[in-house]
């Protein structure tokens, strides 16, 4: 049996069909006769689904929590063990350089998993760019191998060529996610999670989706090998608090696939069978790129180097402040330093003519980042700043920018990532 999101239902047909409405009913109560109350309903409606996501990514992120805490400790011990290697091994070349490839690679690892937990806990903001389905699909096997129990194995199979999308990847994050866990709680005894990618035209899809409109799709499908679904919840899977787990789940979890997939122009399908597993099959439209559709934010080639400018760091972690000082000086630039914002904004304002560049961590104790920045700002309404966190909600991002900020640093940065900022900014005119 197949549910999937269409508009048309024929009544010899045993599939489920759900558009507007994920459980494929009409709903009386939600009839304005106006265009005030449907405005209204619309936006309550659309409130509703957001409270509805941030619930799921929180459950998700418990979901998590589990084994990246364990996955976490072996990373802390690698970089722990290699360190008391490498204080022996120091007049070992070969020795030393291998303890410090391993090191290099754990804090890699760290910090993918810490911008994993981010995007799953916090509210992230609706940002579309291009999406490369197969590496988002590969990072999130890879994070969820460190979680899942070992009985459960992973395929990937992604066909070349497979042109990227113009998606919201924290939404897609979230997708796979979810349909994962699912497929781990239809195999408690273990089994296998096959994801596949594969180009798929807009003819072999009109037969169950009558309102397509792309000419090419992209087609994730997500299968395991559990317990598979009866007709009598294949009907109620996409309807919000609809769950078989009992107190093991909240049943949001569907809808939210549902919902983005909607957000996406794209379409949702399901097909299981008891006793032998289930797929569910997204399907994204791809689009043409132009140099009128979203850019890539790759960059190739070396890092570019300053030429004498000054950057003022304000930064309250004492490790992270000699490090900007050494890569920036490394890398041509003269760097002040302070501690606190109140440092920053006394040496900025002895230092003003001099400084052509600040970079400003919004996580300031005492004085807040956005305090700092607003005050820069009073100093010198040209001022350029990037603001830089480990941890910051949209809504806070969003302010620096319209307070002032010239560009935003996620941290843990990668060294190239800073470099390229930096430059950035600095050929921006005044």
């Given amino acids: 049996m197949r549910v999937q999101k269409e508009e048309h239902v ?71 063990g290699h360190v008391s290697l490498m204080e022996r091994w120091r007049t070992n070349p070969e020795r030393f350089d291998k303890s410090f490839e391993a090191v290099k690679k754990a804090t890699e690892r760290g910090a993918g998993m810490a911008r994993q937990l981010l995007t799953f806990a916090r509210k992230v903001e609706v940002v579309t760019g291009w999406v490369e389905i ?51 709680d239809a195999m408690l005894k273990g089994g296998t999670i096959t994801i596949a990618v594969k180009k798929i035209g807009r003819r072999n899809l009109k ?58 122009n794209g379409f949702i399908d399901v097909e299981s069978t008891v006793g032998q597993g289930t797929t569910f099959y997204l399907y994204f439209p791809v689009v043409v790129r132009t140099t009128e559709t979203l850019t890539d934010e790759k960059e190739t080639g070396e890092s570019p180097s300053g030429h004498g400018e000054v950057i003022l760091a304000i930064e309250d972690e004492e490790p992270l402040r000699d490090f900007l000082k050494t890569i920036l000086e490394e890398s041509g630039y003269k760097v002040l330093l302070a501690s606190d914002g109140m440092r920053g904004l006394e040496t900025y304002r002895d230092h003003m003519n001099e400084i052509s560049l600040v970079l400003l961590d919004m996580g300031l104790p005492e004085m807040s980042g956005s305090e700092v920045l607003a005050g820069l700002l009073l100093l010198n309404p040209h001022v350029k700043v990037i603001s830089a966190s480990g941890y910051l909600e949209p809504e806070v991002k969003t302010d620096a920018y319209e307070i002032g900020a010239l560009d935003f640093l996620p941290k843990p940065y990668l060294l190239d990532e800073l470099l390229m900022k930096v430059h950035r900014a600095l050929q921006v005119r005044a």
């Fill in 134 to 184: 197969g590496g988002v699909i590969r990072e999130i096997v890879e994070l969820l191998k460190a979680t899942f129990p070992e009985k459960i194995v992973f395929e990937v199979k992604i066909e070349p060529d497979v042109p990227a999308i113009p998606a919201d990847s924290n939404q897609i994050h979230q997708s796979l996610l979810n349909l994962c866990v699912n497929a781990r």
């Fill in 207 to 264: 037969d169950h989706f009558p309102e397509v409109e792309a000419d090419e799709y992209v087609e994730v499908t997500v299968s395991d090998t559990g317990s598979g679904m009866g007709d009598d919840i294949m009907g109620h899977i996409f309807e919000p608090f609809f769950t078989t787990k009992g107190g093991r789940g909240t049943g949001l979890g569907l809808s939210v696939v549902y919902g983005i997939m909607k957000a996406h």
């Fill in 10 to 80: 024929s009544p010899e047909d045993k599939r489920i069909y759900v558009k507007d409405n994920p459980a494929g009913k009409s709903n009386p109560a939600v009839n304005p006769t106006h265009a005030g109350a449907r405005i209204s309903d619309e936006t309550v409606e659309r409130q509703f689904e957001e409270q509805l996501f941030q619930s799921q990514r929180l459950e998700g992120l418990g979901t998590l929590v589990g084994g990246i805490a364990h996955d976490f400790n072996n990373i802390l011990n690698v970089i722990t």
